[in-house]
T-cell receptor, first 118, second 110 residues
Framework: DGGITQSPKYLFRKEGQNVTLSCEQN?????MYWYRQDPGQGLRLIYY???????QKGDIAEGYSVSREKKESFPLTVTSAQKNPTAFYLC?????????????????FGAGTRLSVL | QKEVEQNSGPLSVPEGAIASLNCTYS??????FFWYRQYSGKSPELIMS????GDKEDGRFTAQLNKASQYVSLLIRDSQPSDSATYLC??????????FGTGTRLLVSP
Protein backbone atom coordinates (compact mmCIF):
# COMPACT_ATOMS: atom_id res chain seq x y z
CA ASP A 1 0.00 0.00 0.00
CA GLY A 2 1.68 3.18 -1.18
CA GLY A 3 0.99 6.40 0.58
CA ILE A 4 1.54 8.72 3.47
CA THR A 5 0.84 7.51 7.00
CA GLN A 6 0.25 9.89 9.86
CA SER A 7 -0.08 8.79 13.46
CA PRO A 8 -1.73 9.05 15.80
CA LYS A 9 -5.10 10.08 14.40
CA TYR A 10 -5.97 11.91 17.64
CA LEU A 11 -3.55 13.33 20.20
CA PHE A 12 -4.01 15.16 23.46
CA ARG A 13 -1.38 17.41 24.97
CA LYS A 14 -1.07 18.45 28.57
CA GLU A 15 0.19 21.91 29.43
CA GLY A 16 3.97 22.10 29.33
CA GLN A 17 4.30 18.86 27.40
CA ASN A 18 6.04 18.27 24.09
CA VAL A 19 4.31 15.89 21.70
CA THR A 20 5.53 14.34 18.46
CA LEU A 21 3.42 13.64 15.38
CA SER A 22 4.63 10.95 13.05
CA CYS A 23 4.65 11.11 9.24
CA GLU A 24 5.97 8.29 7.06
CA GLN A 25 5.82 7.95 3.27
CA ASN A 26 6.69 5.05 0.99
CA UNK A 27 6.27 6.98 -2.27
CA UNK A 28 10.01 7.70 -2.55
CA UNK A 29 9.20 11.40 -2.60
CA UNK A 30 11.99 13.91 -2.11
CA UNK A 31 10.08 16.63 -0.31
CA MET A 32 7.90 16.53 2.79
CA TYR A 33 5.77 19.21 4.39
CA TRP A 34 3.88 19.94 7.58
CA TYR A 35 0.76 22.13 7.56
CA ARG A 36 -1.58 23.32 10.24
CA GLN A 37 -5.30 23.86 9.58
CA ASP A 38 -7.56 25.72 11.96
CA PRO A 39 -11.37 25.50 11.66
CA GLY A 40 -12.64 27.31 8.58
CA GLN A 41 -9.12 28.19 7.53
CA GLY A 42 -6.76 27.22 4.78
CA LEU A 43 -3.50 25.35 5.24
CA ARG A 44 -0.53 27.15 6.75
CA LEU A 45 2.99 25.83 6.23
CA ILE A 46 4.95 24.99 9.37
CA TYR A 47 8.14 23.33 8.05
CA TYR A 48 9.28 21.65 4.87
CA UNK A 49 12.20 19.51 3.80
CA UNK A 50 13.50 18.88 0.30
CA UNK A 51 16.34 16.54 1.22
CA UNK A 52 17.49 14.37 4.09
CA UNK A 53 19.14 16.26 6.97
CA UNK A 54 17.86 19.61 5.71
CA UNK A 55 14.65 21.52 6.39
CA GLN A 56 13.32 25.07 6.22
CA LYS A 57 10.90 27.09 8.28
CA GLY A 58 7.52 27.83 6.82
CA ASP A 59 5.21 30.68 7.73
CA ILE A 60 4.38 29.58 11.29
CA ALA A 61 7.41 27.64 12.58
CA GLU A 62 7.53 29.14 16.07
CA GLY A 63 6.82 26.52 18.75
CA TYR A 64 7.47 23.59 16.41
CA SER A 65 10.52 21.49 15.51
CA VAL A 66 11.22 18.81 12.91
CA SER A 67 13.88 16.36 11.83
CA ARG A 68 14.58 14.56 8.56
CA GLU A 69 16.98 11.73 9.31
CA LYS A 70 15.46 9.40 6.71
CA LYS A 71 13.91 10.14 3.34
CA GLU A 72 10.66 8.44 4.28
CA SER A 73 10.17 10.07 7.70
CA PHE A 74 9.47 13.66 8.79
CA PRO A 75 8.27 13.86 12.40
CA LEU A 76 6.89 17.09 13.85
CA THR A 77 7.30 18.02 17.52
CA VAL A 78 4.85 20.48 19.00
CA THR A 79 6.73 22.04 21.89
CA SER A 80 5.41 23.63 25.05
CA ALA A 81 6.33 26.99 23.48
CA GLN A 82 3.39 26.61 21.08
CA LYS A 83 0.67 28.20 23.17
CA ASN A 84 -2.25 27.45 20.88
CA PRO A 85 -1.57 23.98 19.46
CA THR A 86 -5.17 22.82 18.95
CA ALA A 87 -5.52 22.21 15.23
CA PHE A 88 -5.61 19.62 12.45
CA TYR A 89 -2.05 18.77 11.38
CA LEU A 90 -1.43 17.57 7.85
CA CYS A 91 1.69 16.02 6.41
CA UNK A 92 2.30 16.04 2.66
CA UNK A 93 4.96 14.85 0.28
CA UNK A 94 5.93 15.55 -3.32
CA UNK A 95 8.40 14.43 -5.93
CA UNK A 96 10.46 17.46 -6.87
CA UNK A 97 11.71 16.14 -10.19
CA UNK A 98 13.30 18.56 -12.64
CA UNK A 99 12.14 22.07 -13.47
CA UNK A 100 13.61 24.11 -10.65
CA UNK A 101 11.65 25.92 -7.93
CA UNK A 102 8.60 26.40 -10.11
CA UNK A 103 8.28 22.74 -11.00
CA UNK A 104 4.95 21.11 -10.67
CA UNK A 105 5.28 20.11 -7.00
CA UNK A 106 2.15 18.00 -6.79
CA UNK A 107 1.62 17.40 -3.09
CA UNK A 108 -0.22 14.43 -1.62
CA PHE A 109 -1.55 14.39 1.91
CA GLY A 110 -1.76 11.96 4.78
CA ALA A 111 -4.99 11.50 6.73
CA GLY A 112 -3.98 14.05 9.38
CA THR A 113 -3.60 14.22 13.15
CA ARG A 114 -6.07 16.12 15.27
CA LEU A 115 -4.32 17.66 18.29
CA SER A 116 -6.18 18.99 21.30
CA VAL A 117 -5.08 20.43 24.62
CA LEU A 118 -6.26 18.83 27.87
CA GLN B 1 -3.40 41.43 -0.08
CA LYS B 2 -3.62 37.67 0.39
CA GLU B 3 -1.53 35.63 -2.02
CA VAL B 4 -4.38 33.27 -2.95
CA GLU B 5 -7.97 34.39 -2.57
CA GLN B 6 -11.18 32.41 -2.71
CA ASN B 7 -14.75 33.23 -1.82
CA SER B 8 -15.50 31.26 1.36
CA GLY B 9 -19.10 30.55 0.31
CA PRO B 10 -21.10 28.53 0.83
CA LEU B 11 -21.86 28.16 -2.85
CA SER B 12 -25.20 26.39 -3.16
CA VAL B 13 -26.20 24.66 -6.39
CA PRO B 14 -28.96 22.15 -7.18
CA GLU B 15 -28.09 18.61 -8.21
CA GLY B 16 -27.25 18.42 -11.89
CA ALA B 17 -26.19 22.06 -12.20
CA ILE B 18 -22.73 23.43 -12.97
CA ALA B 19 -20.75 24.65 -9.97
CA SER B 20 -18.18 27.36 -10.69
CA LEU B 21 -15.41 27.96 -8.17
CA ASN B 22 -12.97 30.83 -8.54
CA CYS B 23 -9.51 31.68 -7.28
CA THR B 24 -7.21 34.66 -7.81
CA TYR B 25 -3.52 34.84 -7.00
CA SER B 26 -1.10 37.71 -6.60
CA UNK B 27 2.30 36.33 -7.67
CA UNK B 28 2.81 36.62 -11.44
CA UNK B 29 5.72 34.16 -11.28
CA UNK B 30 3.38 31.29 -10.35
CA UNK B 31 3.41 28.43 -12.83
CA UNK B 32 1.56 25.53 -11.21
CA PHE B 33 -2.00 25.54 -9.94
CA PHE B 34 -3.99 22.90 -8.10
CA TRP B 35 -7.50 22.20 -6.88
CA TYR B 36 -7.97 20.02 -3.83
CA ARG B 37 -11.25 18.72 -2.43
CA GLN B 38 -11.58 18.40 1.33
CA TYR B 39 -14.52 16.66 2.95
CA SER B 40 -15.37 17.70 6.49
CA GLY B 41 -12.90 16.21 8.95
CA LYS B 42 -10.75 14.68 6.21
CA SER B 43 -7.50 15.60 4.52
CA PRO B 44 -7.32 17.33 1.11
CA GLU B 45 -7.25 15.20 -2.02
CA LEU B 46 -5.95 16.42 -5.35
CA ILE B 47 -8.59 16.61 -8.07
CA MET B 48 -7.03 18.82 -10.75
CA SER B 49 -3.74 20.38 -11.70
CA UNK B 50 -3.15 22.93 -14.47
CA UNK B 51 0.01 24.56 -15.75
CA UNK B 52 -0.87 26.26 -19.07
CA UNK B 53 -3.39 28.90 -20.04
CA GLY B 54 -6.71 27.51 -21.18
CA ASP B 55 -8.92 24.66 -20.10
CA LYS B 56 -8.11 21.20 -18.81
CA GLU B 57 -10.88 18.65 -18.55
CA ASP B 58 -11.03 15.47 -16.47
CA GLY B 59 -14.40 13.79 -16.32
CA ARG B 60 -16.93 16.19 -14.79
CA PHE B 61 -14.18 18.61 -13.74
CA THR B 62 -12.71 21.42 -15.84
CA ALA B 63 -9.92 23.67 -14.63
CA GLN B 64 -9.44 27.01 -16.35
CA LEU B 65 -6.31 29.17 -16.11
CA ASN B 66 -5.77 32.76 -17.21
CA LYS B 67 -2.28 33.88 -16.21
CA ALA B 68 -2.73 37.40 -17.58
CA SER B 69 -5.67 37.93 -15.25
CA GLN B 70 -4.08 35.80 -12.49
CA TYR B 71 -7.22 33.75 -12.26
CA VAL B 72 -7.89 30.03 -12.01
CA SER B 73 -11.29 28.39 -11.80
CA LEU B 74 -12.85 24.96 -11.38
CA LEU B 75 -16.09 23.94 -13.05
CA ILE B 76 -17.98 20.90 -11.85
CA ARG B 77 -20.59 19.70 -14.33
CA ASP B 78 -23.63 17.63 -13.33
CA SER B 79 -22.98 18.41 -9.67
CA GLN B 80 -23.84 15.62 -7.23
CA PRO B 81 -24.56 15.76 -3.48
CA SER B 82 -21.31 13.82 -3.04
CA ASP B 83 -19.47 16.86 -4.45
CA SER B 84 -20.44 18.83 -1.34
CA ALA B 85 -17.09 19.68 0.24
CA THR B 86 -14.61 22.52 0.60
CA TYR B 87 -12.48 23.16 -2.47
CA LEU B 88 -8.99 24.51 -1.88
CA CYS B 89 -7.05 26.37 -4.54
CA UNK B 90 -3.25 26.04 -4.27
CA UNK B 91 -0.52 27.88 -6.15
CA UNK B 92 3.17 27.04 -6.48
CA UNK B 93 4.80 30.41 -5.94
CA UNK B 94 8.34 29.09 -6.17
CA UNK B 95 10.87 27.39 -3.90
CA UNK B 96 8.73 24.24 -4.02
CA UNK B 97 6.11 25.67 -1.70
CA UNK B 98 2.38 25.77 -2.23
CA UNK B 99 0.24 28.62 -0.97
CA PHE B 100 -3.35 27.64 -0.25
CA GLY B 101 -6.49 29.71 -0.33
CA THR B 102 -8.94 29.42 2.54
CA GLY B 103 -11.30 27.34 0.44
CA THR B 104 -14.81 27.59 -0.95
CA ARG B 105 -17.51 25.48 0.63
CA LEU B 106 -19.79 23.89 -1.97
CA LEU B 107 -23.25 22.58 -1.10
CA VAL B 108 -25.10 20.51 -3.70
CA SER B 109 -28.74 19.99 -2.83
CA PRO B 110 -30.70 16.93 -4.09
Amino acid sequence: DGGITQSPKYLFRKEGQNVTLSCEQNLNHDAMYWYRQDPGQGLRLIYYSQIVNDFQKGDIAEGYSVSREKKESFPLTVTSAQKNPTAFYLCASSNLGSGGPLAKNIQYFGAGTRLSVL
Amino acid sequence: QKEVEQNSGPLSVPEGAIASLNCTYSDRVSQSFFWYRQYSGKSPELIMSIYSNGDKEDGRFTAQLNKASQYVSLLIRDSQPSDSATYLCAVNTGFQKLVFGTGTRLLVSP
